[in-house]
């Protein structure tokens, strides 16, 4: 079955350093990945995606994931954290035909807690 | 453009109720996704609809849960004889199409709680 897994229920780091928040997957056929913020009482907020091209992947708000295809990775970073980025983060794989019917397979999430 | 709007954003009901969550899809979309987020888990996929069609109910409880998403209006979640089980998260997710190009995006959520 497809599936991603997030090892780390929660990840502490002080601001100003880097951190990494840790997600392996499961796919057969080529994976589409993505990271997805949730704040509190609020909803997901795309972050970034890797689909093909470069494993380095940009997204918002200085965020930025690594796709590892060796080691079936795709952990996200940021080289400065800082106290706002504290949320609950969720690694998807989007299965299905590349031209049907898609759907998103979540982690479990990964609490993200920064300490000024 | 406005987002995906879903409401009522907190509802309460009582065991033996019904909960009708609604949504309503970005602008320009046809394409609706409803998940699941129980306490402290991950979303989980329930259904996809198109308009006046159900694509994949895949995740949907076989009873008592129920989507529609009309030629006119918001797509409806219903839940009929709502459980303590069902107290959860409800999150609608919309896109323009299928297939690998189209992103969802999410609404910020229905909070149901059951007492």
């Known amino acids: 079955a497809q599936s991603v897994a997030q090892p780390e229920d929660q990840v502490n780091v002080a601001e100003g350093n880097p951190l990494t928040v840790k997600c392996t997957y499961s796919v057969s056929g080529n994976p589409y990945l993505f990271w997805y913020v949730q704040y509190p009482n609020r909803g997901l907020q795309f972050l970034l995606k890797y689909i093909t091209g470069d494993n380095l992947v940009k997204g918002s708000y200085g965020f930025e994931a690594e796709f590892n295809k060796s080691q079936t990775s795709f952990h996200l970073k940021k080289p400065s954290a800082l106290v706002s980025d504290s949320a609950l983060y969720f690694c998807?794989?989007?299965?299905?035909?590349?031209?049907?019917?898609?759907?998103?397979?979540f982690g479990t999430g990964t609490r993200l807690l920064v300490s000024p | 453009n406005a987002g995906v709007m879903q409401n009522p954003r907190h509802l309460v009901r009582r065991r033996g109720q019904e909960a009708r969550l609604r949504c309503s899809p970005m602008?320009?979309?046809?394409?609706v996704y409803w998940y699941r987020q129980l306490p402290e888990e991950g979303l989980k996929f329930m259904v996809y609809l198109q308009k006046e069609n159900i694509i994949d109910e895949s995740g949907m409880p076989k009873e008592r849960f129920s989507a529609e998403f009309p030629k006119e209006g918001p797509s409806i979640l219903r839940i009929q004889q709502v459980v303590r089980g069902d107290s959860a998260a409800y999150f609608c997710a919309s896109s323009q199409g299928t297939g690998v190009p189209y992103e969802q995006y999410f609404g910020p959520g229905t909070r149901l709680t059951v007492t």
């Open positions: 602008k320009g979309h046809s394409h």
């Open positions: 998807a794989v989007r299965v299905g035909p590349d031209t049907g019917f898609q759907k998103l397979v």
